[in-house]
C-alpha cells in the first residue's frame, strides 16, 4: 500500500467483534467528538479515519468496524479486503475483544488471521471495570496467542493509559526534521461547475504542462507536485478534477465521498464557492467536513469577474457568505476569477499561511499567559448551586490541527458560550488564522 505512506502520522487499526466496545475506545482515544457542534447541517458520521494524540505523539486511528468471522460461514472477500487494507498501512492492530463474555469462537478466528498479519498486535480487553477481576478475567486471553491481554474499561478509561503506553511505543520513531520537505498537501474542494477545474489550469498551466503527475491511493487518483512560495506541494486528486462529467448522476451526487477522501488526505483544503450560486447546501456539507476533520482551509470565492459590483459589494458578499459558513469562521475569504487570472495565485500564498498556522505550536507559558488574561475580563461561570468554575491552567497537546487541554475543576460548570469566549481570547492571543482549533477540558483529579 505504497500510496498511503502519504499519510504522515502512522495509523493504529481497531479490529474486533460488533458490541466489544470499538466506538467507545476509538471516542475516547480521539475525544474529537467533543468539538463537533451538532447544529451543523448535513454533517455525516460515517468517517473512518480519526486523529488521536497522546503524550507528544500524534497517529491515526481507523476502526474497521464489526468484523464478523463466524466459523461455519465464509470470511466474507470484501469484508476481508477491508481488513486487509486497513492492517496493511497500520503500525500497530489493537484487537478489542469482550472480558465479561470471555473467549469466543469469533474472537479465535479474528486472532488466527491476525497471527498472519505482518504489524504488531496488541489485545485490549474490555468492559474489565473492576481491577482485581479484571487481571483474571483478561488472563484468559493468553490463549489467543497476541501476547500479554490489556484489560481496559473503555467507558470508564481504566487501563486505557497502559495500553496507549504500549501503542505508542510499537509506533515508527518520529522524524520531525523531515517536515520541512514534506509537500503540503492541498485538495481543491466543492460542488460540479464552481469553476475547480478552471482554476486548477490557472494554478499550473494547460493540463498537459503539468509534468509529475504521481498516483494516489486508488487507480484513478492522479496528484500532482508543483514549487510555489519556496514549498513543494502536492494537489490532492487532480484527476477527480479534472474528469469530465461524462455520466450523469443527477444533482445530489457529485462525488462527495471522494471529495470527503482528499479533504481526509490534505494539509489544507480550498474550498471553492461559486460567487454567482452564492453558499449552497452541498457546500456547507464539505465545509463542515473540513472543520471535523480538523484541516486547514481557504475559501475561495470564484466566478468574481461575472458579479456586477461597486465598492461595497465585498464586504456585503463577504458578510452574507460567512453567515452561511459560521463555523469555518477562521478561514481567509478571497475572491478570484478563474477567467481572468485575478488573485489566483494568492491562493498559494494563503494556503501556505494557513499551513504554518495548523503546523504551530506555542509554549505552555504563552498560552497561561493568554489564559490568564481571558480569565481577568471575564471569570469562569458558578453553577445553580453555587460551585465556581476553576480553569488551572491550558497546554497544547497537538499540531494540525492546534489542540490544546485545559485542566478545569469540573469541565460540567463550563458551558458552551465560556467555551467559545475561551477559543475567541485564544484566537486574539495567538492568531492561528486559516486553521481550527480543538479544545479539550479535563478534569483535574
Ligand atoms: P462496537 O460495536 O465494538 O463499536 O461497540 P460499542 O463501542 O458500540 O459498544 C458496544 C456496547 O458495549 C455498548 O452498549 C457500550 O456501552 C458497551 N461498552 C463499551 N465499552 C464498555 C466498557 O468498558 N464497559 C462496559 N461495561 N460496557 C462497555
Ligand atoms: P468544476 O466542475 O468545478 O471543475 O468547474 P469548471 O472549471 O469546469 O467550470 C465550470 C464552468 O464555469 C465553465 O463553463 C467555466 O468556464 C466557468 N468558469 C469557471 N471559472 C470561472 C470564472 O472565474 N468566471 C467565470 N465567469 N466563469 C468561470
Redesign the pocket.
Known amino acids: 500500500m505504497q500510496g498511503f505512506s502519504q499519510v504522515a502520522r502512522p495509523i493504529v487499526a481497531i479490529i ?10 476509538v471516542n475516547r482515544l480521539c475525544r474529537s467528538r467533543e468539538a463537533i457542534v451538532d447544529d451543523k447541517p448535513g454533517v455525516t458520521r460515517d468517517r473512518t479515519y480519526q486523529d488521536g494524540f497522546w503524550g507528544d505523539r500524534e497517529f491515526k486511528v481507523v ?1 474497521t468496524g ?1 468484523l464478523v468471522f463466524d466459523d461455519d460461514s465464509e470470511f466474507l472477500p470484501e469484508i476481508r479486503e477491508q481488513a486487509n487494507l486497513a492492517l496493511a498501512e497500520a503500525s500497530v492492530a489493537l484487537v ?1 475483544v469482550d472480558g ?1 463474555q470471555g473467549v469466543t469462537a469469533a474472537d479465535e478466528s479474528i486472532a488466527e488471521w491476525l497471527r498472519m498479519q505482518p504489524c504488531p498486535t496488541l489485545v485490549a480487553v ?4 473492576s481491577p482485581d477481576q479484571g487481571l483474571a478475567m483478561a488472563a484468559e486471553f493468553w490463549r489467543l496467542g497476541l501476547g500479554e491481554p490489556f484489560p ?5 478509561g481504566a487501563g486505557t493509559g497502559d495500553l496507549l503506553d504500549r501503542v505508542l511505543s510499537l509506533l515508527p520513531p518520529k522524524h520531525e526534521e523531515a517536515e520541512e520537505d514534506e509537500p503540503i498537501q492541498m485538495a481543491i474542494i466543492g460542488r460540479p461547475n464552481v469553476g475547480k477545474s478552471s482554476l486548477l489550469n490557472a494554478i499550473c498551466g494547460e493540463p498537459r504542462a503539468i509534468v509529475s503527475p504521481i498516483r494516489g491511493t486508488t487507480r484513478d487518483t492522479i496528484d500532482t507536485r508543483l514549487e510555489r512560495e519556496g514549498h513543494p506541494w502536492r494537489l490532492i486528486d487532480t484527476a477527480g478534477i479534472r474528469r469530465r462529467r461524462s455520466v450523469n448522476y443527477g444533482p445530489e451526487f457529485f462525488g462527495i465521498n471522494r471529495s470527503f477522501k482528499a479533504i481526509e488526505r490534505s494539509d489544507v483544503c480550498v474550498l471553492v464557492i461559486d460567487a454567482l450560486d452564492g453558499v449552497t447546501e452541498q457546500d456547507q456539507r464539505l465545509a463542515g467536513r473540513i472543520e471535523d476533520d480538523g484541516r486547514a482551509c481557504v475559501l475561495v470565492v470564484n466566478k468574481w469577474d461575472a458579479v456586477e459590483k461597486d465598492s461595497h459589494t465585498m464586504p456585503m458578499v463577504e458578510k452574507e457568505l460567512r453567515a452561511k459558513l459560521y463555523f469555518l469562521d477562521w478561514a481567509t475569504m478571497l475572491f478570484t476569477s478563474a477567467l481572468t487570472g485575478q488573485r489566483v495565485e494568492s491562493i498559494f500564498a494563503l494556503a501556505a499561511l494557513a499551513v504554518e498556522q495548523h503546523r504551530r505550536r506555542v509554549s505552555t507559558s504563552v498560552v497561561n499567559e493568554v489564559l490568564k488574561e481571558a480569565l481577568s475580563w471575564r471569570s469562569p461561570p458558578t453553577s445553580r448551586g453555587g460551585r465556581q468554575g476553576r480553569l488551572y491552567y491550558g497546554t497544547q497537546v497537538a499540531s494540525r490541527p492546534p489542540s490544546f487541554t485545559l485542566f478545569v475543576n469540573d469541565p460540567k460548570l463550563f458551558g458552551d458560550t465560556y467555551r467559545r469566549y475561551v477559543e475567541r481570547q485564544l484566537r486574539e492571543g495567538l492568531g492561528f488564522d486559516g486553521t481550527p482549533l480543538k479544545l479539550f477540558w479535563r478534569g483535574k483529579q
Request: glycine share 14%; with cysteine; net charge positive.
Open positions: 474486533g467483534r460488533p458490541n466489544v466496545g470499538k466506538s467507545t475506545l476502526d464489526g478489542i465479561q474490555n468492559k474489565c471495570e481496559i474499561s473503555a467507558i470508564h
